[in-house]
């Protein structure tokens, strides 16, 4: 149940984004996709969730090509996007309702997979709350319980912890390295920021469109901090 990756490319007219991206995200592995500001990270979510199609490179989300089987390969992801795209009139549950209507659950089966995403991301007694109560972090995980929602094989966040304070990045980060582990899901996280990539997480660099390292974070890094090498690697010369 992995997202795999080949030879993908995007080009906003003449400027190439993306240069024939490839790699793999497994089950029960964090995966962070790593990159500097303008690296290409939005554009290949734009690609991963069809609002980008591309000719050139594939992309297989548990086995289902994206491009062939949009419906089965959209079936087993999740997405988190960088901007809150919560109903802020709406409480916690009645939100997560709604996004399972939307893909066709209701009544008790549909409680009962919103009782089951909001327990994963210890959000339950808050579910009576408005969203617009809730401060970042658990706004954060109301989007990312109703990512969830469906039963995905893959979730993808796309700088999931924009706008949130230290110590709520800190615990949702935490949070989906445990996901990861304990669920057996793909996550792909993508970030600019080295604190939130764990030692054995599997790591790919992005930088101006291209990917110029993939392997496991220390392994990659060696002796070098992660902050240091990620520096060096995507340095541009003045
Ligand atoms: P990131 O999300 O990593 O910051 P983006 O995917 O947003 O990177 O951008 C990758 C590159 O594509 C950057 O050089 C950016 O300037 C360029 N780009 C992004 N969107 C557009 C667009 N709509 N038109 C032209 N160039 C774009």
Redesign the pocket.
């Known amino acids: 149940m992995s997202l795999d990756i080949q030879d993908l490319s995007y080009a906003?007219?003449r400027?190439q984004?993306l240069k024939s991206v490839s790699f793999t995200a497994r089950p029960g592995r964090f995966t962070a996709l790593l990159?500097?500001?303008?690296?290409?990270?939005?554009?290949?979510f734009?690609l991963l969730t069809r609002l980008f199609t591309s000719s050139q490179g594939t992309i297989r989300i548990a086995g289902h090509d994206l491009a062939r089987t949009p419906r089965a390969a959209l079936a087993q992801m999740g997405i988190v996007f960088q901007q809150q795209t919560l109903d802020l009139d709406l409480s916690v549950r009645q939100n997560l309702r709604y996004f399972a209507a939307l893909h066709g659950l209701s009544g008790k089966a549909a409680e009962t997979r919103i009782d089951a995403a909001l327990d994963r991301l210890t959000m339950r007694e808050r579910a009576q709350e408005k969203a617009r109560t809730l401060n970042g972090g658990h706004r954060r995980r109301t989007e990312i319980a109703r990512a969830l929602l469906h039963g995905p094989s893959v979730l993808l966040l796309d700088e999931p912890t924009v706008g949130l304070d230290a110590a709520a990045r800190a615990s949702i980060t935490q949070h989906l390295h445990d996901l990861a582990e304990q669920d057996s899901l793909t996550v792909l996280w993508?970030t600019?920021l080295t604190d939130e990539v764990k030692p054995g997480d599997d790591l790919v660099l992005?930088h101006?469109?291209e990917i110029r390292a993939k392997g496991r974070s220390m392994d990659l890094h060696g002796t070098s901090t992660l902050s240091d090498w990620f520096l060096m690697q995507t340095e541009v010369p003045a």
Do not use: F
């Not at 990159?35 to 290949?44: R, Y």
């Open positions: 906003y007219g400027k984004a990159g500097p500001n303008g690296a290409g990270k939005s554009t290949l734009a993508a600019h992005l101006q469109g």
